[in-house]
């Protein structure tokens, strides 16, 4: 049995399966969620007699919408393929976060910035240093354009990866994208705590460390909040502390917490 309803200038199929067109974005989700629900509940008698909705019919069709939203996997264009990205500057975690994400969910992981250090076989700062900024952030975006089109994955990108309009817009589109944020201060230390790390990565402004940060930082916010679904605070907590609370905001769709 089928029903189907306008959302957000889409009319949307349901049946006792998943919904074809079930929102990917979980923000976008669960307004259609509160919709599909809504417009069960608001159909006339007539409307409910003359498509046969009656009695047990209309309590198996109401669970079959609530399951169709809130059990089966994110579908995109009728895929079920969805990919986690993790953004937000340097030393907040992506990489250590996105192995032990990807481990939970039973996921691949990628790293863009190790994939582009493979296989140009330079690092990121010989990169800068030799080919340019322009350069490195095509590399990037080539890269990021590769594995957002992957089944399943947690990506961890560049910081600067968001710089590029078509890139926040692919994230976006492929699931949910996660901003990892933390204060200058809390991003400082950790740096200096990785100086080989820090090493391989080239200046951005030719300031000092604190300096550089700020600014950086500073011009970059306006982007990581466009492209995030959400954002977790990673001053002072444990990698397990922030999976959990991503698995959480993932929520049952990806085998998150409901």
Same mark, same amino acid.
């Given at each position: ?5 306008l959302?957000?200038n ?6 006792n399966r998943?919904s074809?067109s079930?929102p990917?974005?979980?923000r ?13 509940d608001n159909?006339s ?6 498509q046969?909705?009656t009695g047990?019919?209309? /309590?198996?069709l109401?669970q079959?919408?609530?399951?169709n ?8 264009n009728g =895929?079920? =393929?969805?990919v986690?990205?993790?953004?937000g500057y ?11 994400l990807?481990?939970?969910l ?6 863009t910035?190790?994939?582009?250090v493979?296989?140009?076989?330079? *690092?990121? $700062?010989?990169i800068?240093?030799?080919?340019g900024e322009p350069h490195?952030?095509?590399? +990037?975006?080539?890269?990021l354009?590769?594995?957002?089109s992957?089944?399943h994955?947690?990506?961890s990108?560049?910081?600067g990866?968001?710089? =590029?309009?078509q890139t926040?817009q692919?994230m ?10 933390a204060s200058v201060?809390?991003i400082?230390e950790r740096?200096k705590?990785?100086? $080989? *790390? ?7 402004t030719?300031?000092?460390?604190? /300096?550089?940060v700020?600014s950086?930082?500073?011009s ?5 909040s466009?492209? $995030? ?6 001053? +002072?907590r444990t ?10 905001q ?6 998150g $917490?409901?």
């Amino acid at each position: 049995m089928r029903l189907g309803f306008l959302f957000e200038n889409q009319y949307v199929l349901s049946s006792n399966r998943c919904s074809t067109s079930v929102p990917r974005d979980p923000r976008i989700r669960r307004r259609f969620r509160a919709h599909s629900i809504h417009w069960f509940d608001n159909l006339s008698s007539v409307e409910r007699s003359r498509q046969q909705f009656t009695g047990k019919t209309q /309590e198996k069709l109401r669970q079959a919408i609530r399951a169709n939203v809130l059990d089966c996997p994110l579908r995109h264009n009728g =895929n079920t =393929n969805m990919v986690v990205t993790l953004i937000g500057y340097r030393a907040t975690g992506k990489s250590t976060v996105g192995q032990l994400l990807a481990s939970r969910l039973g996921w691949d992981f990628v790293d863009t910035d190790d994939q582009i250090v493979s296989v140009s076989g330079k *690092s990121i $700062a010989e990169i800068f240093r030799e080919d340019g900024e322009p350069h490195f952030r095509e590399l +990037e975006r080539q890269q990021l354009q590769r594995e957002l089109s992957r089944e399943h994955a947690v990506i961890s990108s560049g910081g600067g990866a968001i710089l =590029n309009e078509q890139t926040r817009q692919l994230m976006r589109e492929s699931g949910p994208v996660v901003w990892l944020s933390a204060s200058v201060e809390t991003i400082v230390e950790r740096l200096k705590e990785d100086a $080989a *790390s820090t090493g391989s990565r080239p200046s951005l402004t030719g300031e000092g460390l604190v /300096e550089e940060v700020e600014s950086v930082l500073r011009s970059r916010l306006p982007l990581y909040s466009e492209a $995030a679904s959400f954002v977790i605070e990673t001053d +002072e907590r444990t990698v397990d502390e922030i999976v959990d609370e991503i698995m959480s905001q993932l929520g049952p769709e990806s085998g998150g $917490a409901s």
